[in-house]
């Protein structure tokens, strides 16, 4: 009974919230939660949930997944807003629920922060796990990227679901031998192309066979640590490949998944990853292969990954990245472009960010010669400042500003072309801003 008045009373709060303009994504499941640890036990689900997790890319691939189902004629609820821990997707539920707590969708397509992974779905069913990769972040909060894998792994010991695995981070597929006993496990991997490399290129984890601790022998690197290795004494790394992305153009946008070709309006084989891990849930759940390929070449996410905008008649790209690797895949976006171009970095350390930022010093800032200013902002514009100097950029081209409107209003002073990375907490401000600028 206590439960059925927590969902009336949830439910008019984010009724209130919409009213306000306000978006509910966090607030209706943080009340109920507190007024109840298990309220989640009180949704009756009777569709399928599929989980993404991993450290990058969760919310363009849950986006991706959500929209494949929906373009398919299914049934979908999903925390589109990448709401993705405990409260957000109790939020979600909420919103969507009877009463009685039904949920009568036919999927539930929940983008998943990687440390609720086992607190959720040890509570409700879970029919697939996708699982994309594992960089360091967000220190503070997860603790060290290894005890977070084993968090995942102890979950999966006992988990007989669908799992789908990137097979190409060595620090995902080992998850594979978290349960023997799990015939449902489907890897996904991207063939060598053009942007391979047989050098690794930046600061890496997961060099290492998880098993027997032996250096592990790539094939090809994609980036990162993510590419095709093996390990050379106990042979893990080898797998039956269950989806398989071939002939891939990342400048073209286009690649194969067997005879077919697919078309993207992304230009990045870090986007490519996310698609490959949306296209083999698509391919588990059977869904029409035209309404596939069609979701895939009109699909963007408008929401600061990857965005590319005009504003004042000056190309600008906008990208979300809160760890090393997500600010290294940014920047060599902005390396290719051989145009004049500007960098807006704005680094927050609010307590969804990590308070620590000793991580910038992780990023790979060279090359940056050809960039004309790196404008700074944020709660901390003066540490990226420095860690910026610090990697031999001179100190007069880079301009810290203390709001982000003045920080804006800078960056437009010129023609030049504009690259734009913000963490967690700033994108959307800085979006903002951004969007409402005029001179
Ligand atoms: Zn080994």
């Known amino acids: 009974m206590k439960k059925f008045f927590i969902i009336i009373i949830t439910k008019a709060i984010t009724v209130l919230l919409k009213l306000l303009g306000k978006n509910a994504g966090n607030l209706p499941g ?7 640890k298990d309220i989640i036990k009180y949704f009756k689900i009777r569709g399928k949930v599929i989980a993404v997790t991993g450290t990058n890319g969760k919310t363009m691939t849950n986006n991706c997944i959500a929209t494949i189902f929906k373009n398919s004629g299914k049934k979908v609820l999903s925390n589109l807003q990448g709401n993705n821990m405990e409260t957000g997707i109790i939020s979600a539920f909420i919103k969507n629920c009877s009463l009685t707590g039904k949920i009568d969708k036919y999927y539930l397509i929940l983008e998943t922060d990687e440390s609720y992974v086992p607190v959720l779905y040890s509570k409700i069913p879970l029919d697939c796990l996708v699982i994309l990769n594992f960089f360091r972040d967000q220190l503070d909060r997860n603790g060290e990227m290894e005890t977070l894998i084993l968090k995942i792994n102890k979950f999966l010991e006992t988990y007989t679901g669908n799992l789908i695995l990137n097979a190409d981070d060595p620090n995902v597929s080992r998850l594979a031998k978290a349960n023997t006993n799990n015939n449902n496990i489907y890897y996904y991997s991207i063939d060598e192309c053009e942007e391979s490399t047989k050098e690794l290129k930046e600061a890496a984890e997961g060099t290492y066979c998880p098993f027997c601790r032996t250096k592990l022998q790539y094939g090809y690197y994609q980036y ?20 398989f992305l071939t002939d891939v153009n990342v400048e073209g946008g286009t690649f194969k998944i067997g005879e077919e070709e697919y078309k993207t309006k992304y230009d990045s084989l870090y986007a490519f990853y996310d698609l490959a891990a949306a296209t083999s849930v698509a391919k588990l759940y059977e869904l029409p292969k035209e309404k596939v390929k069609q979701t895939i070449e009109e699909f963007v996410l408008n929401n600061g990954r990857l965005e590319k905008l005009e504003i004042n008649g000056c190309k600008t790209v906008i990208n979300l990245a809160k760890n090393p690797t997500g600010v290294n895949v940014s920047l060599k976006f902005l390396q290719k472009d051989q145009g004049k171009k500007e960098l807006l970095f704005v680094l927050n350390d609010n307590i969804a960010d990590g308070r620590d930022v000793s991580w910038i010093w992780d990023i790979d800032f060279k090359n940056l010669e050809n960039v004309e200013r790196v404008i700074t902002a944020g709660l901390r514009p003066y540490d990226i400042a420095i860690r910026i100097k610090t990697a031999g950029y001179p100190a007069d081209k880079i301009i810290p500003c203390n709001t982000l409107k003045e920080a804006v209003q800078t960056l437009y002073e010129t023609e030049n072309s504009k690259y734009v990375i913000a963490n967690y907490t700033a994108i959307q401000d800085v979006r903002k801003e951004i969007k409402s600028y005029n001179k």
């Not at 943080?30 to 109840?36: H, N, P």
């Not at 990162?224 to 989806?243: L, N, Q, S, T, W």
Request: aromatic letters at 12%; charged letters at 25%; one cysteine or more.
């Open 30 to 36: 943080s009340i109920a939660l507190k007024l109840d």
């Open 224 to 243: 990162a640590h993510v590419g095709r290795f093996e390990c050379p004494k106990c042979h893990y790394g080898k797998a039956d490949i269950y989806h």
